[in-house]
């Protein structure tokens, strides 16, 4: 069954949405029909049924995962646990995987699994049955591994669930030495990578700071450059958006809106995020917060609020044809997948408002899952090698700096200058330069075409010219 989105207007399911907006960018590259036919495709669906033992009774559990894209191998994408999963949408979010693989320069095709629970209704026992009986499910068809598939997190799931798959992955496949590699967002202990839990909030930090750092750009929005005292609002507070919020609010930006399940919250002059995050984990909702101007209970009303900059993070389809209007910011950043639909998008761009989407702007996640697959088959931790190296090569430039000159440098400015990189910082200067290379490029491509008025086109126009080169390379189109 497709995840319908009906308005006035329009009946259409996810993945029609994001061919919808691959179609609208397709007339900007070079490719004829049939290739751009090819990189549409979803090359693999694989759907699911398998029994599991819940509290002595057996639960038949749907599940799927789809690889959209062999043009480059392992495929990659997250896994959703959540009652709304259906081939559609993960076959949208698949396609997705792809573009957004390209845009941000990874070399993996696109890829997205999805079980059709709710991680609420099960004990943590039986959650783990389930996750492990998908994982054999996955290794049986030859639907995963370092060269084939990859997955990761995804909403619903972190990195307990991705600790279970790799202990059933190795446990079918003994003696793979690359076997960390077949999943990614692993904890630390299971070769996971420092940075990667944080990615993709990060990153979303990183995208709209270097959005907001062009001047010519933001003088066309009536804003100011920079991020200190800019007003943002978050909608979903879990791993994405509580980490974009943290740094937003740890950058000096003003959090005047907040969202979970249970409602909106709401101040002017700023909320403290981790205050907000210890109110809901100790009292259950983040209504009981006690410094907000204001509360509702609709978690929708978030992104109706007064704002510079709105960034959906729970889940897709947030903002419709019925709510667009009413968005007051700016700039919407696509934390979630696709959190708006194609009507919203008309009716955003109309309004002079700019969209930065959802396959450049979420993608940390998957640059870091990257560095982390990297780092699982080169069996080294990043930094190993060179940390001692550069902090002795600091030191002596510093020393020889003293000794012509005659003055000492603090201990305070030895330590910041001789200090050599540990992982997290090599892992946050990689997503950094990832994030601000790319969306230079999207940039680029949109003013390279005064026809392409939107950074999702010029995006997708992006993603596709690299896909197709690629595609071009294998000798099989003309
Ligand atoms: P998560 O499960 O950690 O958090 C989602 C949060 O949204 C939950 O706390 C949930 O209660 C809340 N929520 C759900 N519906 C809501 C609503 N209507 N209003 C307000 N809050 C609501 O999931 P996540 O990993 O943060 O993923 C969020 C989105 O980001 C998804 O669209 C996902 O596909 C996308 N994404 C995630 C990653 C990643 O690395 N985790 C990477 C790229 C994209």
């Known amino acids: 069954m497709a995840t319908k ?16 907006s691959f179609d609208k960018a397709a007339k900007f590259t070079k490719f004829d029909k049939g290739l751009l036919e090819q ?9 699911m049924r398998f029994p599991v033992n819940i509290r002595g009774q057996v639960q038949v559990i749907e599940a799927y995962r789809v690889q959209h894209s062999h043009h480059k191998l392992p495929c990659k994408g997250g896994i959703r646990y959540s009652t709304a999963v259906n081939q559609d949408e993960v076959m949208a979010l698949a396609a997705l995987m792809t573009y957004k693989c390209a845009t941000v320069n990874v070399p993996f095709g696109g890829g997205k699994g999805g079980i059709k629970i709710n991680p609420k209704d099960y004990t943590v026992e039986e959650l783990e049955r389930i996750t492990r009986r998908y994982a054999a499910e996955l290794v049986k068809k030859n639907f995963i591994g370092p060269g084939i598939d990859v997955p990761a997190p995804d909403y619903g799931s972190g990195e307990r669930e ?5 202990d059933t992955y190795q446990a079918m496949r003994p003696g793979e030495i690359d076997s960390a590699g077949c999943i990614t967002g692993k904890p630390i202990a299971q070769g996971g990578v420092r940075g990667r839990k944080e990615a993709t909030g ?28 800019k007003r943002v609002a978050v909608q979903g507070l879990g791993n994405v958006g509580y980490h974009a919020a943290h740094y937003f609010h740890a950058n000096g930006a003003i959090v005047v809106g907040l969202s979970e399940m249970e409602g909106s919250i709401f101040n002017p002059k700023g909320l403290d995020v981790e205050a907000v995050m210890a ?18 209970k609709k978690a929708s009303d978030v992104l109706e609020c007064d704002c510079d900059i709105l960034i959906p993070a729970a889940l897709e389809n947030v903002i419709d044809g019925s709510n667009a209007a009413k968005v007051k910011a700016k700039i919407i950043g ?7 639909t194609p009507e919203a998008d008309e009716i955003l761009l109309k309004k002079g408002a700019v969209v930065v989407p959802d396959m450049y702007l979420n993608a940390g996640g998957v640059t870091v899952s990257y560095f982390e697959w990297l780092k699982n088959l080169s069996h080294v931790r990043f930094g190993r090698m060179e940390k001692r190296f550069q902090e002795g090569a600091h030191a002596n430039m510093l020393n020889t700096v003293e000794s012509l000159t005659g003055k000492k440098v603090s201990a305070a400015e030895r330590k910041l200058i001789a200090h050599g990189p540990d992982e997290v910082d090599l892992v946050y200067s990689g997503l950094e330069d990832s994030m601000i290379v790319s969306y230079n490029e999207i940039r680029e491509m949109r003013l390279s075409n005064k026809k392409i ?11 596709i010219n690299k896909i197709g080169d690629s595609y071009l390379q294998l000798g099989i189109f003309p």
């Open 334 to 340: 696509e934390a979630a997948n696709g959190p708006l």
């Open 39 to 47: 990189i549409k495709a979803c090359n693999s669906v694989y759907q």
């Open 202 to 229: 990060l990153g979303v930090f990183y995208g709209i700071r270097e959005m907001l750092s062009n001047v010519e750009d933001m003088k066309k929005l009536g804003m100011t450059t920079g991020v200190e005292g």
């Open 162 to 166: 991705m600790g279970w798959i790799l």
């Open 279 to 296: 109110c809901r984990r100790e009292t259950g909702s983040i209504l009981n917060y006690k410094h907000a101007t204001k509360t509702t």
């Open 5 to 20: 989105k009906t308005t006035a207007a329009h009946e259409y399911s996810f993945f029609n949405s994001v061919e919808r």
């Open 453 to 463: 008025t939107d950074l999702r086109t010029a995006s997708f126009a992006n993603a």
